[in-house]
Every structure is written in C-alpha cells, then in structure tokens.
C-alpha cells in the first residue's frame, strides 16, 4: 500500500466516510490500549481523530508489536474496512504507519473552535482593560500581549483529550470562565472580580509551552517535566519582575490562583485553595471543562441510541436529549 500521499495531504474526513468501505486515510490517534479477546489473543483498541470527528479503530493481528511504534497524539496513515458494531462506526486496520510529524498540518485532525480566536481574544483583552485594580491590570496586558505568548495561546488547545481539544480552546475555556465569573459574582459579597479575571484568564496558560500542538499533539519534554502549573508560575513571576513595586501580597494571591486551581493534592495541585477566589475558580473551571468533555463525547457519537457509550474519564454513561438526536 502507497502511503506517500498521506504524508502531503489528508484528503479523506471522518465525516465522509461510509460503512463497508474500503478506507485508505490519515488520522490523529487520541488513544490506545492493549486489550485480550477471551481467546487471550492481544487487540489493539484505538480512537481516531481529524477534524470533523472521532472513529473507533480495531487492530487484531500483531497487535503489541505494532502499539510498540507510535504512541498517543501520534499521527498514522491507516487502511483498513470501515464496520458497523453495536450501532457505532468502527475502522478495522490492516495497515498503520506512524507518519513524521512535520508532514502534518495540525488543523486537519483537531477540530476548529465555533468562534473566531481573533474576536476571542479581543474580548479577553477588553476584560482586562474594564480592571480596577491597576497592578493586575498591567500585569494582565503585558502577559497578553507579549510576542511569544499570544500567538500561543491563541491557537493552543485547552487538553490533549479531556476538554476543549480544539485549536483555540484553551482560550475559549478562558473566556468562558470569565463569562462565568461575570455572572456568578453578582450572587456572593466580597469577591475580588480582579482576581478572578486574573486567575480565569491564566490558570491553564502555562499550557501554551506543555502541550505540543505542531505536527503532533502531545506533551513537550518541558511540558513533561515541569507541567502547565509551574510554567505558568514562571511565566507570572517574570512579568511581575518587569513592573516596579509590584505588592508582594498581591503577587502571593496571583500565583496562589494558578497553584491551587485543581482542587486537590491527588489531582496534582501543589496547593489547596486557600482563599474565596481561588476556590470559586477551582469549582468553575471543573464546571467547565467537565461539561464541555461529556457535551464533546456525546456530540460525537453517531447513533440514535438515548444513552451514551461509556466515558472512560467519569466511568457512566449519559442521558441523551431527544434535541441531540435529531441535529
């Protein structure tokens, strides 16, 4: 099988594809798993991902051998039949090759966000400019409009997987938290709007530099062993060196928003939140990202079942509105 045009070009989407046909195509693979067939014969379990949509994928010969040569956010030319089983659409492979990353245009297999990134991005900015407080505000714009960081962060996805795995989508879950807090804060006293933008618009930035979104999506050797957290803290923490008197209190609640935003110890959070804002921002950023993750897995299932398949990530199953079948 010639692959070499796959290494140019990807012309053939999720979208098109047909049951029963012959399938000759490129895909992002998004995850992997050995599993046993209750004969013990190992399969490989894969879900593929462009553009326009997710794909099962099978693999049942050589299959441990072959897990062996790419690894998840790997890019792989595949041919295979296109099956139906258990009413969802599942791609039988019989030839997968891993293709060099930098034959790859990224926009071809993580799907765009529904808002334009520039429109986007302007209003974060407009946030930032409605500030009060004029230390955060400084702080805030430089960090935005900074060369190296803007145009990162207006591209990068929010996750590899989980939520907003969509070029843009770490800035649309910024501006979507900042929406929220717009309208949460008019409901508790006492909560610094300030902050709050502050820590909506960069908890997660230090993603920009984690994630590798260039060809392959995946985990940067920095991003690998430092992690969006610490990056971020860095990124913070040189800014603050650049404007004169920054207050020290101010600097500890800044940062305290981006180290503790997980929530838990066990979720890899350094620190617990210790203050109202950055416990308010720990509880709307899961809000977010959790329901945006089961929308995406539920939008992406093509079936007229009312329950979901199951989602590895929340270990359930999901209801499915009689609207979302008939889009």
Known sequence: MDFEILKVEKSLFIKDLKPKETVRTSFLVKSKEVSYSKNGKPYL?????????????????????????????????????????????????????????????????????????????????????????????????????????????????????????????????????????????????????????????FHDFGKIFELNYQGKLGYT?????????????????????????????????LKHLILSHHGKLEHGSPKRPHTLESELLHQLDHLDSRINSIQTFMNSEKNNSRWSGYHKTFDQYYFKPIQMLLE
Request: proline letters at 5%.
């Open 45 to 201: 379990s894969l879900l593929l991902s462009d553009s326009t949509g997710d794909l099962e994928g099978r693999v049942w010969d050589n299959a441990e051998d072959l897990s062996a040569t790419f690894s998840e956010g790997s890019i792989v030319a595949v041919g295979g039949k296109l099956n139906v089983f258990q009413n969802r659409h599942q791609l039988v492979i019989d030839h997968l090759i891993p293709l060099p990353s930098d034959k790859a245009k990224v926009e071809d297999y993580l799907p765009q966000g529904l808002e334009d990134t520039e429109a986007l991005f302007a209003k974060l900015i407009h946030y930032f400019e409605s500030l009060t407080n004029p230390w955060v505000k400084e702080l805030g714009l430089k960090l935005l409009n900074d060369p190296e960081i803007a145009p990162r962060y207006k591209v990068c996805p929010a996750a590899k997987t989980i939520h907003h795995a969509f070029i843009g989508g770490l800035l649309t879950h910024s501006v979507q938290l900042c929406d929220l807090i717009e309208a949460v804060l008019p409901l508790y006293r006492g909560i610094d709007r300030n902050l709050m933008l502050f820590g909506a618009a």
């Open 221 to 253: 050797d920095e991003g690998r062993l430092v992690g969006h957290i610490a990056i971020g803290v860095v990124l913070v923490d040189r800014k603050i060196r650049e404007i004169a008197d920054f207050p020290k209190e101010l600097e500890y609640h």
